[in-house]
């Protein structure tokens, strides 16, 4: 191992003006989490910039960790020497010997943050860049595509030296956007949108609907296992609300009107995770929802459903295609899960033709002719079980089959 820090830039909290430095302290309280199981690490801070000293550790299952860490836009292994043209170029030849795979061609590109050493960058350039030549006469320069760039960074308490940009997740520290309940089916969206708005700062709590017996106990396993890997992402503990849906579900089917069976039970979940998130302090509902991808999905049914709740509605895979959430889907780890075979509530009682332009007024007629149906829906929430899922935590053991989700 050559590498003895990694600096880790930030991501849009860079943006952000008088507040910043909140952002800052919450970025860098996920990094110490997500980095405990590592013994030794330690950290320290410039102005928009974080360096970890590795201190033994593998930079490689460091750098794996903080690469999906949310508020991280990139990361760098780097070799850290003194700030004299000697060390540097010492520390020049040991990453340039380093490499697996020798270069045909370079390019130095020296940054000098401190004013008050001799050589000038442009000076600086040509002094490394010189030296690595003399040491390596099969190389050659180009300054507009190299296939390595030796980038120095000089500083006052040290210079540091790289040659990797490793990418990671972007977007905001976890929970530095305020908290918002997500509406976790076991499909292959529902996941991928909680990682999305996990990204942009929220805090989520997840909420899934099961209707026990008609659903399995793998059902259930399966959402768990997917809550799990999205506990993963902010390295702390997620909760998760299991809420009975039989009594609601099994009511709304008897009503006889089967083409808005499915708008009245997403209302019906829309209402239950409202006043789970006022009981939770949340202050958005997070959905799974892609415009035109099922009949709940259009657009006349959106504004039958949405009406239910009050409070925002959150929607990260609104504008994306089925082949762009199952990328995703696929880079975040959710989706050899999300298809498993295992049924949930959402496949139960549907109807032959459901209604993609459902009549707000009819809607609101059946609901209100259902016996005790707001106290229904109190029994909901009140009979909620929670979870708390830690990052790291057994999951089920669960196998792959066919995606049979609607």
Not at 338 to 350: H, Q
Not at 400 to 405: F, L, P, T
Request: glycine letters at 6%; aromatic letters at 8%.
């Amino acid at each position: 191992m050559i590498y003895d820090q990694i600096v880790l830039r930030y991501g849009d909290l860079i943006m952000k003006g008088r507040n910043r430095n909140q952002f800052e302290k919450r970025m860098q309280q996920q990094v110490r989490s997500a980095l405990s199981p590592f013994q030794g690490i330690t950290y320290w801070k410039t102005y928009g910039r974080l360096y970890v000293k590795l201190n033994g550790q593998p930079y490689e299952r460091v750098a794996d960790r903080l690469k999906d860490l949310f508020g991280l836009h990139s990361l760098s292994p780097v070799i850290s020497t003194e700030s004299e043209l000697e060390a540097i170029r010492s520390a020049a030849m040991t990453l340039m010997n380093a490499m697996e795979q020798p270069p045909k061609t370079f390019k130095v590109s020296v940054k000098r943050a401190w004013k008050g050493f001799p050589h000038p960058s442009q000076e600086m350039n040509h002094l490394v860049g010189a030296h690595i030549l003399r040491a390596f006469p099969e190389l050659s320069v180009d300054v507009r595509n190299p296939e390595v760039e030796l980038k120095v960074d000089i500083q006052e308490e040290a210079t540091y030296l790289f040659s990797q940009v490793i990418p990671a997740a972007g977007g905001f520290p976890y929970g530095s956007n305020g908290k918002a309940m997500l509406l976790l089916s076991g499909g292959i969206d529902s996941p991928v949108a909680g990682w999305l708005a996990m990204r942009k700062g929220l805090q989520i709590e997840a909420v899934h609907f099961h209707s026990y017996p008609f659903t399995s106990e793998q059902a259930k396993d399966k959402v768990v296992a997917l809550a799990q890997r999205l506990a993963y992402y902010h390295s702390a503990p997620l909760k998760l609300h299991l809420v009975p849906f039989t009594d609601i579900q099994t009511t709304l089917a008897q009503q006889g009107q089967d083409n808005l069976i499915i708008t009245m039970m997403r209302r019906a979940m829309f209402r239950i995770t409202e006043q789970l998130a006022v009981r939770n302090d949340a202050l958005g509902i997070v959905t799974g929802e892609s415009l035109g991808q099922v009949a709940s999905q259009t657009l006349p049914s959106m504004n039958v459903i949405g009406r239910a709740a009050d409070l925002p509605l959150l929607k990260p895979l609104i504008m994306m295609d089925k082949a762009e959430i199952i990328r995703l889907a696929e880079k975040i780890g959710t989706y050899e899960t999300s298809i498993l075979p295992y049924e949930d509530c959402c496949t139960l009682f549907l109807p032959k033709s459901p209604s993609t332009n459902p009549n707000m007024r009819i809607v609101e007629r059946v609901e209100a002719g259902i016996p005790q149906y707001s106290e229904m829906i109190e029994t909901a929430v009140r009979d909620t079980e929670q979870l708390i899922l830690k990052p790291g935590q057994q999951t089920p053991d669960l196998q792959a089959g066919e995606d049979s989700w609607f």
